[in-house]
Protein backbone atom coordinates (compact mmCIF):
# COMPACT_ATOMS: atom_id res chain seq x y z
CA UNK A 1 0.00 0.00 0.00
CA UNK A 2 1.52 3.37 -1.03
CA UNK A 3 -0.55 5.19 0.78
CA UNK A 4 -1.49 8.03 -1.78
CA UNK A 5 2.12 7.95 -3.12
CA UNK A 6 3.02 6.96 -6.63
CA UNK A 7 5.97 5.09 -5.71
CA UNK A 8 7.47 3.25 -2.44
CA UNK A 9 10.34 5.42 -2.88
CA UNK A 10 8.16 8.33 -2.54
CA UNK A 11 6.17 7.32 0.57
CA UNK A 12 9.26 5.98 2.40
CA UNK A 13 11.42 9.61 1.72
CA UNK A 14 8.40 11.12 3.24
CA UNK A 15 7.50 9.07 6.26
CA UNK A 16 11.07 9.84 7.91
CA UNK A 17 10.20 12.13 10.90
CA UNK A 18 8.13 9.73 11.64
CA UNK A 19 11.01 7.05 11.11
CA UNK A 20 13.28 8.86 13.23
CA UNK A 21 11.05 9.79 15.98
CA UNK A 22 10.87 5.91 16.94
CA UNK A 23 14.48 5.42 16.58
CA UNK A 24 14.85 8.30 19.35
CA UNK A 25 11.82 7.22 20.95
CA UNK A 26 12.25 5.31 24.55
CA UNK A 27 16.42 6.15 24.51
CA UNK A 28 17.02 9.36 25.85
CA UNK A 29 17.98 9.53 29.49
CA UNK A 30 17.56 13.28 30.36
CA UNK A 31 18.81 12.66 33.77
CA UNK A 32 22.44 11.41 32.66
CA UNK A 33 22.38 13.19 29.43
CA UNK A 34 22.78 9.97 27.48
CA UNK A 35 20.78 7.25 25.79
CA UNK A 36 19.53 3.65 27.20
CA UNK A 37 20.25 0.68 24.54
CA UNK A 38 19.37 -2.62 26.62
CA UNK A 39 19.82 -4.71 23.15
CA UNK A 40 23.89 -4.05 23.15
CA UNK A 41 24.61 -6.31 25.93
CA UNK A 42 27.59 -4.56 26.32
CA UNK A 43 28.28 -3.16 30.09
CA UNK A 44 29.61 -0.10 31.17
CA UNK A 45 33.51 -1.79 32.05
CA UNK A 46 33.45 -3.69 28.67
CA UNK A 47 32.77 -0.68 26.80
CA UNK A 48 35.22 0.89 28.41
CA UNK A 49 37.62 -1.76 27.67
CA UNK A 50 36.70 -1.10 23.63
CA UNK A 51 39.77 0.61 21.83
CA UNK A 52 38.71 0.50 18.21
CA UNK A 53 35.13 0.45 16.53
CA UNK A 54 34.93 -1.18 12.47
CA UNK A 55 31.70 -0.47 11.02
CA UNK A 56 31.00 -3.06 8.03
CA UNK A 57 28.11 -2.77 5.38
CA UNK A 58 26.86 -2.56 2.07
CA UNK A 59 26.21 0.23 0.17
CA UNK A 60 24.23 2.88 1.48
CA UNK A 61 24.53 0.86 4.85
CA UNK A 62 28.26 1.12 4.19
CA UNK A 63 27.80 4.91 3.79
CA UNK A 64 25.55 4.95 7.23
CA UNK A 65 28.43 3.04 8.48
CA UNK A 66 30.90 6.09 7.51
CA UNK A 67 28.91 8.82 9.26
CA UNK A 68 28.44 6.30 12.04
CA UNK A 69 32.66 6.06 12.56
CA UNK A 70 32.49 9.97 12.56
CA UNK A 71 29.87 10.26 15.48
CA UNK A 72 31.85 7.94 17.39
CA UNK A 73 35.44 9.13 16.69
CA UNK A 74 33.81 12.81 17.41
CA UNK A 75 31.41 11.80 20.53
CA UNK A 76 33.50 9.23 22.33
CA UNK A 77 36.78 9.74 20.85
CA UNK A 78 37.34 5.78 20.20
CA UNK A 79 39.09 5.51 16.69
CA UNK A 80 36.53 3.83 14.51
CA UNK A 81 36.05 3.41 10.73
CA UNK A 82 34.18 1.64 8.45
CA UNK A 83 34.95 -0.61 5.90
CA UNK A 84 32.37 -2.57 3.09
CA UNK A 85 32.30 -5.94 4.17
CA UNK A 86 32.68 -7.69 0.91
CA UNK A 87 36.48 -6.04 1.07
CA UNK A 88 36.93 -6.68 4.53
CA UNK A 89 35.81 -10.49 4.47
CA UNK A 90 38.58 -10.96 1.69
CA UNK A 91 41.59 -9.86 2.86
CA UNK A 92 42.07 -11.81 5.96
CA UNK A 93 41.95 -8.73 8.11
CA UNK A 94 43.45 -8.62 11.74
CA UNK A 95 40.68 -9.54 14.47
CA UNK A 96 41.70 -7.37 17.42
CA UNK A 97 40.10 -8.66 20.76
CA UNK A 98 39.91 -4.74 21.71
CA UNK A 99 38.07 -3.89 18.66
CA UNK A 100 33.98 -4.06 18.50
CA UNK A 101 32.95 -4.64 15.21
CA UNK A 102 29.62 -3.43 14.03
CA UNK A 103 27.49 -5.20 11.02
CA UNK A 104 25.11 -2.78 9.52
CA UNK A 105 22.01 -3.99 7.74
CA UNK A 106 18.88 -2.95 6.55
CA UNK A 107 17.67 -6.67 5.77
CA UNK A 108 20.00 -8.03 7.83
CA UNK A 109 20.12 -10.94 4.99
CA UNK A 110 23.31 -9.04 3.30
CA UNK A 111 25.01 -12.06 2.03
CA UNK A 112 28.32 -10.11 2.27
CA UNK A 113 27.75 -8.74 5.79
CA UNK A 114 26.46 -12.30 7.18
CA UNK A 115 29.19 -14.07 6.34
CA UNK A 116 31.61 -11.11 7.70
CA UNK A 117 29.79 -11.26 11.07
CA UNK A 118 30.38 -15.25 10.85
CA UNK A 119 33.93 -15.29 10.18
CA UNK A 120 34.51 -12.91 12.68
CA UNK A 121 32.25 -14.52 15.64
CA UNK A 122 34.60 -17.69 14.26
CA UNK A 123 37.83 -15.83 15.39
CA UNK A 124 36.30 -14.36 19.01
CA UNK A 125 35.43 -11.21 18.16
CA UNK A 126 32.46 -9.25 19.82
CA UNK A 127 30.31 -8.19 17.04
CA UNK A 128 26.87 -5.71 17.20
CA UNK A 129 24.04 -5.11 14.93
CA UNK A 130 22.37 -2.18 13.42
CA UNK A 131 19.54 -3.76 11.40
CA UNK A 132 16.10 -2.54 10.29
CA UNK A 133 14.05 -5.77 10.19
CA UNK A 134 13.67 -7.70 13.46
CA UNK A 135 14.75 -11.48 13.82
CA UNK A 136 16.78 -11.43 10.14
CA UNK A 137 19.93 -13.37 10.59
CA UNK A 138 22.33 -10.50 11.24
CA UNK A 139 20.25 -9.35 13.64
CA UNK A 140 20.45 -13.28 15.25
CA UNK A 141 24.28 -14.00 14.68
CA UNK A 142 25.06 -10.76 16.52
CA UNK A 143 25.87 -10.56 20.39
CA UNK A 144 23.81 -8.12 20.72
CA UNK A 145 22.64 -4.39 19.35
CA UNK A 146 20.28 -1.91 18.03
CA UNK A 147 17.27 -1.68 15.69
CA UNK A 148 16.85 1.27 13.66
CA UNK A 149 12.86 0.99 13.72
CA UNK A 150 12.44 2.77 10.01
CA UNK A 151 9.85 0.28 9.47
CA UNK A 152 9.16 -1.73 6.38
CA UNK A 153 11.09 -0.70 3.21
CA UNK A 154 9.98 -1.53 0.30
CA UNK A 155 11.81 0.37 -2.71
CA UNK A 156 14.99 -1.17 -3.71
CA UNK A 157 16.80 1.45 -3.21
CA UNK A 158 17.65 3.19 0.87
CA UNK A 159 16.54 6.07 2.36
CA UNK A 160 14.26 6.17 5.51
CA UNK A 161 16.81 3.28 6.85
CA UNK A 162 19.81 5.22 5.84
CA UNK A 163 18.40 8.00 7.81
CA UNK A 164 17.59 5.92 10.56
CA UNK A 165 20.57 4.18 10.94
CA UNK A 166 23.20 7.44 10.59
CA UNK A 167 20.61 8.12 13.88
CA UNK A 168 21.25 4.78 15.70
CA UNK A 169 24.88 5.80 15.38
CA UNK A 170 24.60 8.80 16.42
CA UNK A 171 22.80 7.34 19.65
CA UNK A 172 25.43 4.62 19.91
CA UNK A 173 27.93 7.47 19.63
CA UNK A 174 26.25 9.34 22.50
CA UNK A 175 26.06 6.18 24.47
CA UNK A 176 30.02 5.27 24.05
CA UNK A 177 30.92 9.26 24.58
CA UNK A 178 28.87 9.42 28.14
CA UNK A 179 30.48 6.31 29.32
CA UNK A 180 34.10 7.81 28.50
CA UNK A 181 34.66 11.27 28.30
CA UNK A 182 31.49 13.32 27.13
CA UNK A 183 30.85 16.08 29.42
CA UNK A 184 27.20 16.29 30.23
CA UNK A 185 26.58 19.71 28.38
CA UNK A 186 28.47 17.72 25.42
CA UNK A 187 25.45 15.24 25.98
CA UNK A 188 23.03 17.49 26.99
CA UNK A 189 23.39 19.51 23.23
CA UNK A 190 23.34 16.24 21.14
CA UNK A 191 20.25 15.25 22.99
CA UNK A 192 18.73 18.77 22.02
CA UNK A 193 20.08 18.05 18.80
CA UNK A 194 18.33 14.87 17.98
CA UNK A 195 15.30 16.06 19.27
CA UNK A 196 15.00 18.87 16.70
CA UNK A 197 15.40 15.96 14.06
CA UNK A 198 11.78 15.39 13.43
CA UNK A 199 10.30 18.82 12.76
CA UNK A 200 13.69 19.77 10.89
CA UNK A 201 12.62 16.88 8.05
CA UNK A 202 9.43 17.64 8.42
CA UNK A 203 10.61 21.14 7.16
CA UNK A 204 13.45 19.83 4.64
CA UNK A 205 9.97 17.36 2.68
CA UNK A 206 8.17 21.14 2.48
CA UNK A 207 10.74 22.24 0.12
CA UNK A 208 10.15 19.21 -2.08
CA UNK A 209 8.66 21.40 -5.02
CA UNK A 210 11.49 23.84 -4.99
CA UNK A 211 14.04 20.53 -5.37
CA UNK A 212 11.92 19.15 -7.81
CA UNK A 213 12.70 22.33 -10.04
CA UNK A 214 16.26 22.01 -9.36
CA UNK A 215 16.00 18.56 -10.38
CA UNK A 216 14.96 19.28 -13.70
CA UNK A 217 17.62 21.70 -14.48
CA UNK A 218 20.15 19.35 -13.85
CA UNK A 219 17.88 16.18 -15.27
CA UNK A 220 19.90 16.36 -18.49
CA UNK A 221 22.89 15.92 -17.58
CA UNK A 222 25.27 13.45 -18.38
CA UNK A 223 27.42 12.86 -15.24
CA UNK A 224 27.85 14.46 -12.02
CA UNK A 225 29.95 15.31 -9.41
CA UNK A 226 29.50 15.24 -5.84
CA UNK A 227 31.80 16.72 -3.06
CA UNK A 228 31.96 17.48 0.23
CA UNK A 229 34.48 17.34 3.60
CA UNK A 230 34.59 14.88 6.55
CA UNK A 231 31.41 14.57 7.89
CA UNK A 232 30.03 15.83 4.50
CA UNK A 233 31.84 12.95 2.25
CA UNK A 234 29.47 10.39 3.45
CA UNK A 235 26.87 12.41 2.34
CA UNK A 236 27.84 13.05 -0.91
CA UNK A 237 29.10 9.56 -1.53
CA UNK A 238 25.19 8.37 -0.81
CA UNK A 239 23.71 11.18 -2.83
CA UNK A 240 25.71 10.05 -5.72
CA UNK A 241 24.88 6.34 -5.49
CA UNK A 242 21.19 7.30 -5.23
CA UNK A 243 21.19 9.17 -8.03
CA UNK A 244 22.96 6.90 -10.29
CA UNK A 245 20.70 4.04 -8.94
CA UNK A 246 17.41 5.67 -9.76
CA UNK A 247 18.39 7.79 -13.18
CA UNK A 248 21.24 6.10 -14.54
CA UNK A 249 23.32 9.16 -14.63
CA UNK A 250 26.93 8.78 -13.96
CA UNK A 251 28.02 10.23 -10.92
CA UNK A 252 30.95 10.48 -8.53
CA UNK A 253 31.96 11.37 -5.47
CA UNK A 254 35.05 13.31 -3.89
CA UNK A 255 36.53 14.68 -0.68
CA UNK A 256 36.10 18.24 -1.83
CA UNK A 257 39.72 18.55 -0.67
CA UNK A 258 40.88 15.69 -3.38
CA UNK A 259 39.29 17.88 -6.31
CA UNK A 260 43.06 19.58 -6.86
CA UNK A 261 44.56 16.16 -6.60
CA UNK A 262 43.19 14.89 -10.68
CA UNK A 263 39.13 15.07 -10.37
CA UNK A 264 39.22 19.02 -11.43
CA UNK A 265 40.34 17.93 -14.86
CA UNK A 266 36.84 16.82 -15.56
CA UNK A 267 34.94 20.17 -14.28
CA UNK A 268 33.29 22.27 -17.27
CA UNK A 269 30.07 23.26 -17.82
CA UNK A 270 28.80 19.84 -18.89
CA UNK A 271 29.56 18.74 -15.74
CA UNK A 272 27.47 20.18 -12.89
CA UNK A 273 28.84 19.62 -8.97
CA UNK A 274 26.51 19.10 -6.27
CA UNK A 275 28.53 20.36 -2.98
CA UNK A 276 27.86 20.01 0.09
CA UNK A 277 28.63 23.05 2.30
CA UNK A 278 27.65 22.78 6.02
CA UNK A 279 27.89 26.08 8.63
CA UNK A 280 30.88 24.46 10.19
CA UNK A 281 35.03 24.74 10.84
CA UNK A 282 35.77 23.71 7.35
CA UNK A 283 33.12 26.63 5.60
CA UNK A 284 35.82 28.16 4.24
CA UNK A 285 37.58 25.64 2.68
CA UNK A 286 34.33 24.32 1.34
CA UNK A 287 33.60 27.72 -0.23
CA UNK A 288 37.24 27.85 -1.72
CA UNK A 289 36.67 24.26 -3.73
CA UNK A 290 33.40 26.23 -5.10
CA UNK A 291 35.79 29.24 -6.49
CA UNK A 292 38.31 26.51 -8.13
CA UNK A 293 34.79 24.48 -9.79
CA UNK A 294 33.43 28.09 -10.97
CA UNK A 295 36.67 29.71 -12.03
CA UNK A 296 36.79 26.35 -14.69
CA UNK A 297 32.79 27.11 -15.63
CA UNK A 298 31.27 24.14 -13.85
CA UNK A 299 27.67 24.73 -12.41
CA UNK A 300 27.22 23.68 -8.99
CA UNK A 301 24.10 22.88 -6.63
CA UNK A 302 25.41 24.09 -3.16
CA UNK A 303 23.57 22.27 0.04
CA UNK A 304 24.10 24.50 3.25
CA UNK A 305 22.88 26.12 5.75
CA UNK A 306 22.36 29.72 3.93
CA UNK A 307 22.54 30.55 0.08
CA UNK A 308 26.05 30.45 -1.19
CA UNK A 309 26.77 33.40 -3.45
CA UNK A 310 29.22 31.30 -5.63
CA UNK A 311 26.79 28.26 -6.32
CA UNK A 312 24.37 28.62 -9.38
CA UNK A 313 21.48 27.12 -6.72
CA UNK A 314 21.54 26.36 -3.24
CA UNK A 315 19.27 24.53 -1.27
CA UNK A 316 18.97 25.53 2.23
CA UNK A 317 18.88 23.41 5.23
CA UNK A 318 18.28 23.62 8.92
CA UNK A 319 21.09 23.72 11.05
CA UNK A 320 21.60 21.16 14.11
CA UNK A 321 24.36 20.44 16.09
CA UNK A 322 27.62 20.13 13.62
CA UNK A 323 28.12 16.53 14.40
CA UNK A 324 24.00 15.80 13.14
CA UNK A 325 24.60 17.93 9.68
CA UNK A 326 24.92 15.00 8.06
CA UNK A 327 21.68 13.39 8.93
CA UNK A 328 19.71 16.45 7.27
CA UNK A 329 21.88 16.74 4.40
CA UNK A 330 21.15 13.81 3.04
CA UNK A 331 17.45 14.32 2.98
CA UNK A 332 17.28 16.61 0.11
CA UNK A 333 19.75 14.94 -2.24
CA UNK A 334 17.28 11.69 -1.84
CA UNK A 335 14.42 13.51 -3.72
CA UNK A 336 17.01 15.39 -5.76
CA UNK A 337 17.29 11.83 -7.29
CA UNK A 338 14.17 10.77 -7.49
CA UNK A 339 12.91 14.14 -9.19
CA UNK A 340 15.58 13.42 -11.60
CA UNK A 341 14.51 9.99 -11.98
CA UNK A 342 11.11 11.15 -12.36
CA UNK A 343 11.83 13.54 -15.15
CA UNK A 344 13.66 11.00 -16.87
CA UNK A 345 10.86 8.57 -17.00
CA UNK A 346 12.68 6.03 -14.90
CA UNK A 347 11.21 3.13 -13.35
CA UNK A 348 11.91 4.44 -9.35
CA UNK A 349 10.87 1.75 -7.45
CA UNK A 350 12.96 -1.34 -9.27
CA UNK A 351 15.64 0.10 -10.76
CA UNK A 352 17.87 -1.96 -13.54
CA UNK A 353 19.64 -4.81 -12.66
CA UNK A 354 19.32 -4.20 -9.01
CA UNK A 355 17.70 -6.22 -6.04
CA UNK A 356 16.65 -5.14 -2.50
CA UNK A 357 18.58 -7.51 -0.86
CA UNK A 358 21.71 -9.40 -1.58
CA UNK A 359 21.71 -12.58 -0.89
CA UNK A 360 24.13 -14.11 -2.50
CA UNK A 361 28.30 -13.21 -2.72
C1 LIG B 1 21.22 1.41 -2.07
C2 LIG B 1 20.88 0.09 -1.58
C3 LIG B 1 21.96 -0.94 -1.46
C4 LIG B 1 21.93 -1.56 -0.07
C5 LIG B 1 22.95 -2.69 0.08
C6 LIG B 1 22.97 -3.24 1.50
O1 LIG B 1 20.13 2.24 -2.17
O2 LIG B 1 19.75 -0.17 -1.25
O3 LIG B 1 23.24 -0.37 -1.71
O4 LIG B 1 22.16 -0.54 0.86
O5 LIG B 1 22.66 -3.72 -0.81
O6 LIG B 1 21.74 -3.74 1.88
P1 LIG B 1 21.39 -4.00 3.40
O7 LIG B 1 21.41 -2.68 4.10
O8 LIG B 1 20.04 -4.66 3.39
O9 LIG B 1 22.46 -4.89 3.94
Redesign the pocket.
Known amino acids: DMGGHDTYMHKEISEQADAVDRVLRGRIDDRFSTVHLGGLNLDAREARGVRRIKIL ?8 GLIGAGLIEELARIPADAEP ?1 SEFRYRNPVVDPDTLYVA ?7 Y ?2 LAAVQELKRKGARVLGV ?3 VGSA ?1 AREADGGMYVHAGP ?1 V ?5 K ?2 TN ?1 VVAFALLALHLGRIRDLSVADGKRIIDGLRKLPEQIGRILETEAEIKKLAEVYAGAQSMMFIGRVRGYPVAL ?1 AS ?2 LK ?2 SYIHAEAYPASELKHGPLALIEPALPTVAIVPDDDLLEKNRAALEEIKARSGRILAIAHREQERADHTIVVPKNENELDPILMGIPLQLFAYHTALAMGRDIDKPRN ?5 TVE
Do not use: R
Not at 104 to 110: A, D, L, P, R
Not at 155 to 159: A, G, K, L, N, P
Open positions: GCGTSYHAAVSQSGETDVVNVIECVVSTCFTELKEILAKSV
